[in-house]
Every structure is written in C-alpha cells, then in structure tokens.
C-alpha cells in the first residue's frame, strides 16, 4: 500500500505541473503620439518567452551542426485586425533578442546577433548559435526582445483602432510558450493637427459689396490624425452673430446668414445654426498616415452679405468644431473665434454729365422771378455707418476770370430734392442731408436755387460768365 501511496502522488504532481504551462500573448501597446507625429516607436525589453532549464543550443552531427532558434508565422504573412477585415503588412514591425536570463547569449567562435528582423511565413532566425557546442550557451530566465516601428511605417500605413494579431511559433520545446501571438494594440483617438484658434476677416473695400458673387472666407488648412473613422459635426455657441458698430452700438445678426462647406465635398453646405449638425459629405476613414486633411470655409450670399454685414464695425461669433467617431464613442472638440472687421468706408460720386450747373440770366422774368433747377441722380453716394451730408464752396465770392469779385456765394441755395431744407453757399460746411443711415449707391437729386431777391442784384453786373466751384462731404454721426 505504501508504494501505490507514492506512485498515486508522483502521478499528481505530473498532471498539476503540466496544468501551468501556457500561451501567453505579447501586447505591444502604440501610443498615438509615434502614430500621429510618425515617429519611430521602440518599446521596452519585452519577455517573448522563458527558459528554466537549459544553458546551451541544440546541436546535431555531434555538436558541430547548430541548430538556430526561430520565429515561424503560421497565420500568414499580414497583422490581421481583430474586428474588421483590415491588416497591417508584416514589415510594420521589426524585432531583435535583447537578453536571455539578463544578458546576451556568447556571440564567441562565430556565433551572433542578427539585426532588426520581421516576421515571415518562412523560419526566421532570432540568433546564430557558435558553430560547435563548445562555443558556448546563455542564461536562464526570460527571454527579452526589442520591438521597432520604423517611422515610415506610420507614414505608409492605416493604424485602424483596435488589435492587429499575427501568430507565431517558435522551434526550442524548451522556451515556453511554444505559441504565441504578437498583438498590436493601436488605441482610438482623434487629435486636431491643425488648430485654428481665430479667424479674422476684414472688409476694406465697398466694392465688395457691389459683388454679386457669393462671399467665401478660407478658415485655413485643417488636418486631423485619428485612428476611428469620424464625422465632423458643427455648430455655433449662440444663434445670433454679435455686432458692435463702429460707434460702440451693439445689435445682433441671424447666423443661419452664414453657411458652413469647405473647398471641396469633403463637407456638405449648410447654414449654421446654435445645434450641433453633421457636415460631412461621408464618413472621414482612417487612412494611410493617419490623417485627413480639408479646407473648411465660410460662406455669405451677396444679398445677405450686402444686407447684413455692410454697416462698418465688428461682426463676432464662435464656431464649434466636434470631429466625432462614427460610433460616438469618442470626439475632439475645437473652437474658433471668427471676427469679421468692416472698416468704416465712403464715397461720394458726381457723373461727368453732373459736373457743372449752368445758370443763365438773359431776361427780365429771369432776373424778377429768380431761377431753381434739380439736376437729376447728380450724386451717388455710399456710407457704411450713420451721417450728414454737407456742401460748402472754395471761396466766399465767385470769381470771373479767376478773379475774385463782389458777387456772393450765398445767392445760390442748395438743398435736396424731396428735401424742405435749402441753404446758402458759403466756405463754411453746410448741412443738406440729416441722419442718414448706412447706404450702397443711393443716388441724390441735387436741388439748386437762385432766389428772386439774389437774381435781381445781379442786375448791372457785367456781361460775363461767373463760376465757383463746391465740395460736398460726410460727416459720421
């Protein structure tokens, strides 16, 4: 009975022993860092596998024939993702023994290291034994190797979140596991490259506005590196744009004047609005180099444009940004602060046709009554804040000949047409147009007068042509 006792436990501890020995799978984690910026990833000495019991390689025809220790693909020659028909190619990843038991094998009587090396389908060897087994062994313990990305990886292909799995055997019975699988772990992630903060716009020029094109401001090159593939979503922080004119006076503009596209179909075109709203034209996928790249831009119909962003001063709004994976599960949020500056801008212009008025006296009627004429779209005038309209003349007298004479300025009276307010001519600035608001292209007729009383002292003036020449001006109220 005692001898049955010891075989029984001599049995069990076989089987517990043989319980224990197990796959383990390496995970090599990428950080998105060395996958957005394509820098070369190196990971730490990393345990493949152990060895507890032997000290020296094999070797056949009596020790003078080694026998190289290998790594074998069994799954093929690609990393194959876990969740989706994507690979990676097997020369993403390189690979070198870094120790075994804490030091490197004897490289002694020919034996060595092999540098950087992928896996294949066809036995690969992760180091060249000395030729004859006096050469030397290693140490036990783990058995240490050194990972590689190359950065041109990164650049060349489409690290697609999740696991990229390749299986592997390698050829000692000794070295455990016998199996394994190498598994690249790429996390998901989306990063803005580009990062626009502020977009400022300035309107310089009226001519903008007499532009029938649409308006279309340029937000800048935007470049996204993600490892899920995402939809950009838009929206605006408020529902309004915020004015403040140049004079300090606030009001606000209906958003939905501006549209959100980009140069391109990357984006669809829509008007924005204080809701979040799915701009892309289709799905952004993960792709080679990880990285998509688009230009965003504004857009502003001329009439809305000329409508609503004419008057001079400052035009704010904040757009907000979401690129978000198509699984929601993730997102990365940007803002810019959009500003469009119009500068205060003037113009007043007479038409050749308009540019001399011809009073003549030749009869007494003329002389008794006085004489009013309006010359007809004389002014065309633009302003883009509020203001006054004035008119003064160079001088205080006309002149004959370029002479200077007695007859006044202040005989001719100058007003509006539709306009109850005449005023007499003088070097002083006169006021003709009162609170008149932000304007393109009004056109004026101009309304001038020679009164009954001023015609008859030109009586006994000699015979000749009399001229003086006006200025009409803006004052912004």
Not at 292 to 311: C, G, H, M, Q, R
Request: aromatic content about 12%.
């Amino acid at each position: 009975m005692r001898t049955k006792k010891f075989f029984l436990i001599g049995i069990l501890t076989v089987c517990f022993g043989s319980s224990v020995v197990k796959a383990q799978d390496i995970y090599l984690t990428i950080p998105e860092n060395n996958i957005f910026s394509r820098v070369e990833f190196t990971s730490v000495p990393t345990r493949v596998m152990t060895n507890a019991n032997r000290t020296n390689w094999d070797y056949v025809f009596f020790g003078f024939s080694p026998i190289a220790p290998t790594f074998t693909s069994t799954s093929g020659s690609t990393f194959t993702h876990s969740s989706s028909l994507f690979n990676l190619p097997n020369s993403v990843l390189l690979w070198q023994l870094e120790s075994m038991g804490g030091q490197l094998p004897y490289t002694g009587l020919s034996g060595s290291l092999p540098g950087f090396q992928l896996f294949s389908t066809s036995s690969t060897k992760w180091f060249e034994p000395p030729t004859t087994s006096l050469g030397g062994g290693f140490s036990r313990g783990n058995i240490n190797f050194i990972f590689k990305i190359p950065a041109s990886q990164f650049s060349g292909n489409a690290f697609r979140a999740g696991n990229y799995s390749m299986d592997i055997i390698q050829n000692y019975n000794d070295f455990t596991p016998r199996n394994f699988k190498t598994i690249l772990v790429i996390p998901q992630s989306i990063r803005w490259i580009t990062t626009s903060l502020t977009k400022y716009i300035e309107i310089s020029s009226l001519n903008d506005y007499r532009s029938t094109s649409t308006r279309v401001w340029d937000l800048g090159n935007t470049e996204i590196a993600h490892t899920v593939d995402f939809n950009l979503w838009a929206k605006t922080a408020a529902n309004t744009v915020q004015f403040t004119s140049s004079k300090g006076v606030s009001s606000t503009r209906n958003i939905a004047s501006i549209k959100l596209g980009s140069n391109g179909s990357a984006l669809t075109t829509k008007s924005l609005s204080a809701s979040f709203q799915n701009f892309s034209a289709s799905n952004f996928n993960v792709v080679s180099g990880n990285r998509s790249i688009f230009n965003p831009e504004l857009y502003v119909s001329a009439d809305d444009f000329k409508n609503y962003f004419f008057e001079a001063g400052t035009y704010t709004f904040e757009l907000n940004l979401n690129t978000r994976s198509t699984d929601n599960s993730i997102n990365s949020l940007q803002n810019t602060a959009v500003q469009i500056k119009v500068l205060p801008r003037s113009e007043i212009t007479i038409p050749s046709s308009g540019r001399n008025v011809n009073f003549n006296f030749n009869t007494a009627a003329q002389y008794n009554n006085g004489q009013s004429q309006i010359i007809p779209n004389q002014i065309t005038l633009s302003n883009n804040e509020s203001f006054e309209l004035y008119v003064k003349s160079d001088e205080n007298y006309f002149k004959k000949s370029g002479l200077q004479t007695n007859i006044n300025s202040n005989i001719l009276q100058i007003g509006i047409d539709g306009s109850s307010v005449n005023v007499p001519l003088s070097k002083t600035p006169q006021k003709i147009l009162f609170d008149g608001t932000p304007v393109l292209d009004r056109q004026l007729n101009v309304r001038y007068t020679v009164a009954p009383a001023d015609a008859q002292s030109l009586i006994g003036k000699e015979n000749s042509t009399y001229s003086i020449n006006l200025y009409y001006s803006f004052t912004a109220i």
